[in-house]
């Protein structure tokens, strides 16, 4: 049921979660989508829409029920499952995204810590001790991970994506400033800051 | 004849910078968009759609002079002008971001670093020194600054946002996960890792 649904859907859905997330933290049970619309400034058209592609959630008359529809689109984003991460390149910025990880929601874990620096080894985060790179054939073999964050300049990024391609990782949140191109079914989310720094500096430019 | 560009073209612009930027690396002097469609997988008439928007840039039978179109690129995203930047909220990731910019782009100067907790006041990053919250009045007096970083709690982002618009901020990178609701006609480019690791992963749950 959930295939078929455009990207643009699909990017939407953590925001939703987010508020869905605040209402419940608030201790509201119940919304219908005019109020979710004033709060989130989308239209309850638009909400209702995004929703029924997922099957709605929402009756006639009552509106949304807060705790379920948190907890289905939770399930959507693949939430409700714990995913393994581990992150290469352990410099200032995968310092805090690792740090990020460790102190964030519980759908993700961060198992390791690696960084190709000697001087780093040994170095802990949050309790857990930055490895080499080159322990991460012996490390996966036993602690699988789902997720490799990568948070390296983008020379090194793309041998080590294509290593971690060989040893079983599926999935990259990509920091680098690298487009990867690796097989069909690995999944690449890029967090790229240069483009999106740029992106502001034009709108400021243009003023819009 | 910049105005009424889609933001889809717009957002795709930084990404031409970027390879740009390594084909002068590579003293590469001229492309085609045939040549620069393959190294970039995308189609040669998506990159002369793209660029046309602008004027155009390539001759027939020439293709595009690299150092010309980078420096054409730049100037439309605005990267021709200095921005000075303030970051408040120098945590780990606050911390992160400072460092990137401070080491990057010469367009992007880091003038001032800020935040809430008086235990890092004058501590430096990169020889900057961090100063108190209470401090930003008195500095942007002097010290005008174009954008303002946002890597703080969500709760304390929103007040911290309304003061420096108050104080002349008109434009914001924001890390804080809040949407902030701000005056028209000041430009704010949310990064929001949360909802970009949720994107990951459902798209790692449903294989796309």
């Not at 581990?86 to 198992?111: C, E, M, Q, R």
């Not at 780093?120 to 080159?134: L, W």
């Amino acid at each position: 049921m959930e295939k078929g649904i455009s990207q643009a859907v699909i990017r939407r859905m953590p925001r939703y979660y987010r508020y869905l997330d605040e209402l419940l933290e608030a201790g509201v049970e119940r919304i219908s989508s005019g109020e979710l619309s004033k709060i989130m400034h989308v239209t309850a058209s638009q909400i209702r829409q995004d929703l029924n592609n997922f099957g709605g959630f929402g009756q006639q008359g009552y509106g949304y029920n807060v705790s379920y529809l948190h907890e289905e689109i939770g399930r959507i984003l693949g939430l409700s499952m714990e995913h393994r991460l581990i992150v290469v390149g352990v410099g200032n910025l995968g310092h805090a995204i690792a740090n990020y990880i460790i102190n964030g929601d519980n759908s993700f874990k961060t198992v390791g810590l690696f960084d190709a620096d000697p001087g780093k080894t040994g170095q802990k985060v949050c309790g857990i001790p930055i490895m080499g790179v080159e322990a991460l054939e012996d490390f996966l073999r036993d602690e699988p991970a789902d997720i490799a964050v990568l948070s390296l300049p983008k020379e090194e990024a793309v041998a080590v994506a294509d290593n971690l391609v060989a040893l079983g990782v599926r999935s990259f949140w990509n920091f680098a400033h690298v487009d990867l191109e690796l097989p069909g079914d690995v999944v690449v989310e890029n967090v790229n800051l240069s483009e999106s720094l740029m992106y502001l500096s034009y709108r400021m430019t243009e003023g819009v």
